[in-house]
C-alpha cells in the first residue's frame, strides 16, 4: 500500500511537471498583444494594409529603439542626420479600420543629452481590437552607439560606432560594428560579423553564428555554435554542435549535448564536453575532458591533457608532452615529444614515435609501445593485459620484465640477460642506457625490433 501511494505521488508530480512545461511553451507561442489581440509564434497572421512614415532627425551619440512586434533595422551611414522610416503594418480585413488603426500609431522620438529615443506609442480604443505590428528602419551616423529592444520580431544593427542589441521570435544580427557589441537572442538565430570590439552574444532557441570579432564571450541553449576569426573565445552551449576555427588568443568553451570541433587555436583551448566528441587540431596548449564520447587531439605545440570515458582517446603531433586518463576506452597516440603519462581502462592502447618519460598504467587493455630514440625512462603496467614493447633498432637499455600469470619472450640481437625466469627477465640492450620497466599482470610480455621493411622488388 505505501509503494501504491508512492507511485501516485511520483505519478502526479511528473504529471504536473509535464503540465507545466507544456503551459509554458504554449505561453511562448501563443499569447494575447496588450496592444491588439491574439499572437501565434509571436508573430501575427493573417491579412494585412500598410501605411509608412518618415522623419528627419539631428544626430545624437546614442540611439535607442524599443518596439514590441516588427521588426527594427538600424544601418550607419555618412549623412550627419538620423533618418527613421516607420512602417505601420496592421492586420485587418477591412481596409478603413486599418487605416484608423494605422491613425492610432505614432512615431515617438525623445531627446536628452546625446540620446534619442525612438518608440511607437499606440493610442485609442479602436486599434486595440486590431493587431499592429512596427517596423523600423533607422539611418544614423557611422558614430552612433546603438541600444535596441524589441519583444517580437527581427533585429539588426550594420555599420555603427557600437550596439546593444535584444530581440525575440526571430533573428538577431550584427555587422560592420566599430566597438564594443552584445546580441541576445531568444527564438531566432543569431548572428554577428565583423565586430572590430568584444562581443557578448546570448542565444536561446537557436544557432548562433559568429566571424571575425574581437574577444567574444557566447552562451547558447538550444542550437549550436559556429565561430571563425575571434581574438579570444569563453563559450557555453547547452545543445547542439560547435565549431570554433582561427581562434587568436585563449579558447575556453563548455558543451553539455553535441560534439565540439575546434581548429587553429593560438593560445591553449580549454574544451570540456558531457555528451558527445571533441576534436582540437591546431593550439598553442589543450585541456580536453570528454565524459561519453571521443577526444581527439592533434598538432598542438605545448602540453596536453585529455581525458574521456566510454570512448578513446586520440592523440597525434604533440610538442610538450602529454597526460591522458580514460574510462571504458582506449588510446592511441603517435609523434608525441615532451613524454606520455596514461592511465587506461577497457580497450586497447597503441603509442608509437613517443619521446621522452613513458608512464603507461593500463587495465583491461592490451599495450602496445613503439618509443623513439633516444630512449628515456619507461614504466608500463598492464593488468589483465598482454605488452608488446618494439624498440629502435640500434638502442642502448635496461630492461627489467615482470609477468604474473604470463610469459615473457625477448627477441632483441645481442641482448645480455642477467636474469631469466619464466615470470622475470632483466639484462641490458646494446651498450645500456636508461630503465624500460614493464609489469604485467594475467597478461604476456614481448619485447622485440620493428618487423623488417618488405624488400623492394
Known amino acids: 500500500m505505501r509503494f501504491l501511494r508512492r507511485a501516485f505521488v511520483l505519478g502526479a508530480l511528473l504529471l504536473l511537471g509535464l503540465g507545466t512545461e507544456a503551459a509554458w511553451q504554449i ?60 512602417r505601420k503594418q496592421v492586420f485587418a480585413a477591412d481596409p478603413q479600420e486599418a487605416a484608423m488603426a494605422a491613425q492610432a500609431v505614432r512615431l515617438v522620438s525623445d531627446r536628452s543629452g546625446d540620446v534619442l529615443r525612438l518608440t511607437a506609442k499606440v493610442e485609442g480604443e ?15 551616423p557611422r558614430s552612433a552607439r546603438v541600444r535596441v529592444r524589441n519583444e517580437h520580431g527581427a533585429a539588426e544593427a550594420i555599420a555603427v560606432a557600437a550596439a546593444d542589441v535584444e530581440t525575440s521570435h526571430d533573428a538577431g544580427r550584427l555587422e560592420d560594428v566599430a566597438g564594443d557589441a552584445r546580441l541576445a537572442v531568444r527564438h531566432g538565430d543569431a548572428v554577428a560579423r565583423r565586430v572590430a570590439g568584444g562581443l557578448d552574444l546570448a542565444c536561446r532557441f537557436g544557432r548562433a553564428s559568429i566571424e571575425d570579432a574581437g ?9 549550436g555554435l559556429a565561430v571563425v576569426r575571434v581574438a579570444a573565445l569563453d563559450a ?97 597516440a603517435s609523434r608525441v615529444r615532451g613524454g606520455l603519462v596514461a592511465r587506461v581502462s577497457g580497450d586497447d592502447v597503441a603509442i608509437d614515435g613517443v619521446e621522452g618519460v613513458l608512464q603507461v598504467d593500463s587495465r583491461r587493455a592490451r599495450v602496445r609501445v613503439a618509443p623513439t630514440a633516444p630512449l628515456a625512462e619507461t614504466s608500463i603496467q598492464s593488468e589483465h593485459g598482454s605488452v608488446v614493447l618494439t624498440l629502435p633498432a640500434g638502442a642502448g637499455a635496461q630492461l627489467e620484465l615482470d609477468a604474473s600469470q604470463g610469459e615473457i ?38 619485447v622485440g625490433l620493428p618487423p623488417a621493411p618488405e624488400a623492394q622488388r
Request: aromatic letters at 4%; glycine letters at 14%; charged letters at 25%.
Open 236 to 332: 557555453e552551449v547547452e545543445q547542439g554542435d560547435t565549431s570554433a576555427e582561427r581562434v587568436a588568443g585563449a579558447l575556453g568553451l563548455r558543451a553539455r549535448h553535441g560534439d565540439v570541433d575546434v581548429r587553429e587555436v593560438g593560445g591553449a583551448a580549454t574544451v570540456s564536453v558531457e555528451i558527445g566528441s571533441a576534436t582540437v587540431v591546431g593550439a598553442a596548449q589543450a585541456d580536453v575532458r570528454v565524459t561519453h564520447g571521443r577526444t581527439r587531439v592533434e598538432r598542438v605545440s605545448g602540453k596536453v591533457f585529455a581525458s574521456a570515458t566510454h570512448d578513446r582517446v586520440e592523440l597525434e603531433d604533440v610538442g610538450g608532452g602529454a597526460e591522458v586518463e580514460i574510462e571504458h576506452g582506449g588510446l592511441q
Open 215 to 223: 574577444v567574444t564571450r557566447a552562451a547558447v541553449e538550444h542550437g
Open 126 to 140: 479602436a486599434s486595440r481590437r486590431i493587431g499592429v505590428a512596427t517596423h523600423f528602419t533607422v539611418e544614423v
Open 409 to 446: 619472450e625477448v627477441d632483441l640481437p645481442g641482448f645480455d640477460a642477467s636474469e631469466r625466469t619464466r615470470s622475470r627477465v632483466a639484462g641490458r640492450v646494446g651498450a645500456g642506457g636508461p630503465t624500460l620497466r614493464v609489469a604485467s599482470r594475467h597478461g604476456d610480455v614481448t
Open 27 to 86: 505561453r511562448e507561442r501563443v499569447g494575447y498583444s496588450s496592444w491588439t489581440g491574439w499572437t501565434v509564434f509571436g508573430r501575427f497572421e493573417g491579412p494585412s494594409h500598410s501605411f509608412e512614415e518618415s522623419r528627419d532627425l539631428e544626430a545624437a551619440a546614442e540611439v535607442e529603439i524599443d518596439n514590441r512586434f516588427g521588426a527594427v533595422a538600424v544601418r550607419g551611414t555618412d549623412a550627419p542626420v538620423i533618418v527613421v522610416r516607420l
